[in-house]
């Protein structure tokens, strides 16, 4: 019954590597985010997509980038990892209809450490 | 001035009794407002949402909400040590973004 899937739940990645964060939904939804949390600082948003090849940055966009090929899948990239990266990296999924009346639904997270 | 404001906490209350969570927000174009539940670890997860004014109850929870005062709470009656978690207050920006607030840490004494 997993909806919104993240393909790792813990990674550990050394500085400078080129770091791939993937989520897939499959639910149909149009919108698709990118988050990180840490503590103290809450959830903040870094990228986020309303369709199919479409972007928008969020507010921390510095140091990632972000695919989405297909309506199912959005990608996370870090282009060239730094050890202040090291996070929680949650994806989510929203629809298109009403005023995000039914709000998101969240991956489990992916816990990424760089080194 | 934050966009969503919460009181961290954490706050503590006993079993059984009822636990007040708040929130504020600065937008007045925002519609609908989400509270989610976090445990340790875990991803967030939608609770309860309220786009109308007044109460909206589901359960042990009641979600409320005053536009005029630009103010969100909820409620969770009875409450279990299983209710122990961080809950975040959301509200929509724009078309379908959400912006959250830092959340606040609940822990229900047995």
């Known amino acids: 019954d997993v909806k919104v899937t993240q393909s790792s739940r813990y990674l550990v990645k050394r500085t400078g590597e080129k770091v791939f964060l993937e989520c897939v939904q499959d639910?149909?939804?149009?919108?698709m985010f990118w988050y990180r949390q840490d503590p103290g600082l809450g959830l903040r948003l870094i990228y986020f997509?309303?369709?199919?090849?479409?972007?928008e940055k969020g507010d921390i966009p510095e140091g990632y980038s972000v695919s989405r090929e297909k309506k199912e899948r959005f990608s996370l990239i870090l282009e060239s990892a730094s050890t202040n990266q090291t996070s929680m990296y949650l994806c989510?999924?929203?629809?298109?209809?009403?005023?995000?009346?039914?709000?998101?639904?969240f991956g489990s997270g992916t816990r990424l450490t760089v080194v | 001035q934050k966009e969503v404001e919460q009181n961290s906490g954490p706050l503590s209350v006993p079993e059984g009794a009822i636990a007040s969570l708040n929130c504020t927000y600065s937008d007045r174009g925002s519609q609908s407002f989400f509270w989610y539940r976090q445990y340790s670890g875990k991803s967030p997860e939608l609770i309860m949402f309220?786009?109308?004014?007044g109460d909206k109850e589901d359960g042990r929870f009641t979600a409320q909400l005053n536009k005029a005062s630009q103010y969100v709470s909820l409620l969770i009656r009875d409450s279990q040590p299983s209710d122990s978690a961080t809950y975040l207050c959301a509200a929509i920006q724009g078309a379908q973004k959400l912006v959250f607030g830092q959340g606040t840490r609940l822990t229900i004494n047995p």
């Open positions: 997509s309303y369709d199919v090849k479409m972007k």
């Open positions: 639910m149909d939804h149009e919108n």
């Open positions: 989510a999924s929203s629809s298109a209809s009403g005023q995000g009346s039914y709000g998101y639904t």
């Open positions: 309220i786009y109308s004014n």
